[in-house]
């Protein structure tokens, strides 16, 4: 079992930065591909972002292209999302996720192919 702990997340104005955190517990972090997901009220949740277990890959969601990165510290047992340039779109819980298959194209950017699930941050910006 892993447990997954996002934070960061919080009230800004557009164009300020947030960078969220997710730490991992319970089993060899490096094992697990990292996905970051957020979904807004009345919106289906999508993958803003995702990074292979040895954060060689990245993947990002064409409307953060540019404004997120992704990366991961497995010494730490951490993902993180840096958000910069920041919309009242990007508005929502965002989400961290791991996964234990080995990954390769669209599983990077697919919900179902991830086995945990951290609990959300609120992330909300305001015009």
């Known amino acids: 079992q892993v447990q997954l702990v996002e934070s960061g997340g919080g009230l800004v104005q557009t164009g300020d930065s947030l960078r969220l955190s997710c730490t991992a517990s319970?089993?060899?972090?490096?094992?697990?591909?990292m996905g970051w997901f957020r979904q807004a009220p009345g919106k289906e949740r999508e993958c803003v972002a995702a990074?292979?277990?040895?954060?060689?890959?990245?993947y990002y969601a064409d409307s953060v292209k540019g404004r997120f990165t992704i990366s991961r510290d497995n010494a730490k047992n951490t993902v993180y999302l840096q958000m910069n340039s920041l919309k009242p779109e990007d508005t929502a819980v965002y989400y961290c996720?791991?996964?234990?298959?080995?990954?390769?194209?669209?599983?990077?950017?697919?919900?179902?192919?991830?086995?945990?699930w951290g609990q959300g941050t609120q992330v909300t910006v305001s015009s």
């Open positions: 990074i292979s277990r040895s954060g060689v890959i990245t």
């Open positions: 996720a791991g996964g234990v298959r080995r990954f390769s194209g669209s599983m990077y950017y697919t919900g179902a192919s991830y086995d945990y």
């Open positions: 319970g089993r060899t972090f490096s094992n697990y591909a």
